[in-house]
């Protein structure tokens, strides 16, 4: 691919949301227990750290989710199976309830609501906020999981929700060490 300097732009919010377009992401929703839960659609999930294990996640600070989130000690981080894009938007959208049916969850360890039929779920206990701009970098550490042994994840890639091509929907095989 060939490149010249004409193609070349300032990094400033607007160029990077376009660019981060083009990076697709799994889509996650976290909740966190409280009166009411919270939860939230999320595509900023990631691995941090095998070694203690360390997953991270973002929030605007001006989410509704941010009050109870901030004081929360355990939250859950699911991650949605292709086909639940219903769910990840409803997770997304803002001044509705988001566990009123027809979401299907109950309440897991910890009191962390816990969704049902996702790819996979971790309950996760917080062992850091870290404020950067207008977003708070949660660290949290995983203490217990959940997966499916079959099904391909949701992804958000260009502005919409989209899948793997290729993905095979019978069980997850290991590669030979």
Do not use: K
Not at 79 to 99: K, M, V
């Amino acid at each position: 691919m060939t490149s010249s300097a004409d193609d070349v732009t300032d990094a400033d919010a607007d160029a990077l949301r376009t660019l981060l377009r083009h990076q697709a992401s799994t889509v996650t929703v976290v909740t966190a227990p409280g009166s009411p839960p919270v939860g939230f659609t999320a595509t900023s999930f990631t691995s941090v750290s095998l070694s203690p294990p360390i997953v991270s996640f973002c929030l605007n600070l001006g989410s509704s989710s941010w009050p109870t989130l901030g004081r929360a000690r355990h939250v859950a981080v699911h991650l949605l199976a292709h086909g639940q894009h219903e769910l990840a938007q409803t997770f997304a959208t803002s001044g509705i309830d988001r566990f009123a049916a027809p979401t299907r969850w109950r309440p897991g360890p910890q009191g962390a609501p816990i969704l049902d039929g996702t790819l996979a779920w971790l309950l996760c206990r917080v062992v850091d906020r870290v404020t950067v701009g207008d977003h708070v970098v949660v660290l949290a550490e995983p203490e217990l999981l959940r997966h499916a042994d079959v099904g391909s994840p949701l992804l958000y890639h260009r502005g919409r929700y989209a899948g793997l091509a290729d993905a095979p929907d019978g069980p997850v095989r290991r590669a030979a060490a």
